[in-house]
């Protein structure tokens, strides 16, 4: 049977990322999708590479994403060259725009938090925020300026990656649905995929929203992967508009929502959070909320003209933070759980990922990301229940 260096699990931007680095280091890969790969979370998504936190829980994730907003450009680079097609990155920074009464103290108070956090942001004036973007509306009370963010175009991003890895040699199959591992006592020795065994010298489970559900019901997996990868759905809707009257140069957004430039006049906006677990419809309400938030940030989107509606899911944890690191199974690297930022996260996840296949070693700062990390916790909370209950 032909073993594999690495068999990786989920075709999605971050499966395809480690992909890529591995077949660099001239490793045999194989990536398996059980639907077309970069179809998922990753095609739906907005795009947008800031490293600024959404909440507090955030704020570990914010060194890791500060470091893979630094690797983009030759991340992107290395794609583009090996496969020829364009990916419409752009670092164009973001306008932040703050409608609420207490504008003014908000935009006060982001711009001293993310400077302590070492992230570019100006406090400006309405007047040069709308220099820079003629389409905000009245409704801003106060405005900030990122001028170190950037954006991708997810989809280009997907088909470049796909086809830099075909370029690559990167044995690519496509409706393939993987149901288990395979083990010799507790080392993964690969993994059936439509009952097909596989053999692996590693396997990598990036199957995102759905890397929780791999196992059947009742078995080992499902068990292990209840402690190691408790990834859950959240559903966030989207749109695309086409205006003559709005064009956009950079990111608008405020807490409200979101509006991110395309190619030939094409705006994203975005988004909602919903835990409706595997459901990826587009309700009213959903687009409702997204052009309320749009329509504030620029009105003149009123006339605009909505071309596409779609849903995705993102792959969240327990506490939200990404899974990166190896498993209690020998062999197994888990990266999944990026929940909001897998687009901006995928270069320095397949960094970790190939340094761990080629070394064993995991980057200083990733401990916190452990897979094991849930398990870890749910010993610590059963035994100070049990100490409660002694004392
Ligand atoms: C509306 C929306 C907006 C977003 N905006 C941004 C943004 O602006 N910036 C940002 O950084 N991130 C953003 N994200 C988050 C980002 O899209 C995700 O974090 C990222 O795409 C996750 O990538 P992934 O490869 O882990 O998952 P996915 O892209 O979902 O890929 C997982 C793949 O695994 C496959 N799979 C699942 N189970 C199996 C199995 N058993 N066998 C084989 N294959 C399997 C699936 O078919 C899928 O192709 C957004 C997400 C959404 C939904």
């Known amino acids: 049977m032909k073993v594999f260096d690495v068999a990786i699990i989920g075709g999605g931007v971050i499966g395809s990322s480690i992909a890529f680095e591995l077949a660099a280091e001239k490793l045999n890969v194989v990536l ?8 998922g979370a990753s095609w739906a998504a907005a795009g947008m590479l800031s490293p600024a ?29 090996a496969s020829g097609l ?14 609420g009464p207490q504008g003014e103290a ?63 040699e990167v044995e690519i199959r496509s409706g393939c649905h993987v149901t288990s591992l395979l083990h010799q006592a507790t080392r993964c020795t690969g993994l059936v995929a439509g009952g097909e065994e596989i053999a692996a010298n590693f396997v990598v489970l990036a199957a995102g929203c759905y890397s929780s559900t791999l ?21 966030g809707q989207m749109l695309a508009l086409h205006s003559d009257k709005v064009i956009l140069q950079r990111v608008l957004r405020s ?14 906006a975005g ?3 919903e835990e409706v677990g595997f459901d990826k419809r587009v309700t009213a309400g959903g687009m409702r909320k997204i052009l309320d938030a749009a329509i504030e940030l620029a009105p003149n989107l009123s006339g605009a003209e909505i071309v596409e509606t779609w849903a995705g899911l993102r792959p969240a944890t327990p506490d939200n933070l990404p899974i990166l690191g190896p498993a209690d199974i020998e062999n197994v690297f888990i990266a999944t759980g990026h929940y909001r930022n897998g687009i901006l996260l995928a270069p320095v996840t397949a960094k970790i990922a190939r340094d761990w296949i080629l070394t064993k070693s995991m980057a200083a700062g990733a401990a916190i990301f452990s897979p094991l990390r849930f398990a870890e916790r749910d010993v610590q909370v059963s035994n100070s229940k049990r100490n409660a209950a002694n004392s």
């Not at 507090?56 to 450009?73: E, Q, T």
């Not at 364009?86 to 409608?99: I, R």
């Not at 807490?255 to 994203?268: A, S």
């Open 53 to 81: 936190p959404d909440s507090p829980d955030a704020l570990p994730l914010v060194p890791l994403a500060k470091h893979s907003l630094k690797l983009y450009r030759k991340f992107v680079a290395a794609i583009e060259e």
């Open 106 to 168: 908000e935009r006060d108070k982001m711009v001293a938090e993310l400077r302590a956090l070492d992230i570019a942001i100006e406090p400006v004036s309405l007047d040069d925020a709308r220099r820079m973007e003629n389409a905000i509306g009245p409704a801003a009370r106060a405005a900030a300026w990122l001028p170190g963010e950037a954006t991708v175009e997810p989809r280009l991003l997907m088909d470049a990656l796909l086809a830099a890895l075909r370029h690559r």
């Open 215 to 235: 196992g059947a019901e009742n078995s080992i997996e499902n068990d292990w992967l209840s402690r190691c990868a408790p990834t859950r759905p959240v559903r």
């Open 255 to 268: 807490e409200r929502g979101y509006l991110v430039p395309r190619l030939g006049g094409r705006i994203v």
């Open 32 to 39: 398996l999708d059980r639907e077309e790969p970069g179809r």
């Open 271 to 273: 988004s909602t959070l």
């Open 86 to 99: 364009h990916t419409h990155f752009a670092s164009d920074g973001a306008l932040q725009l703050f409608p």
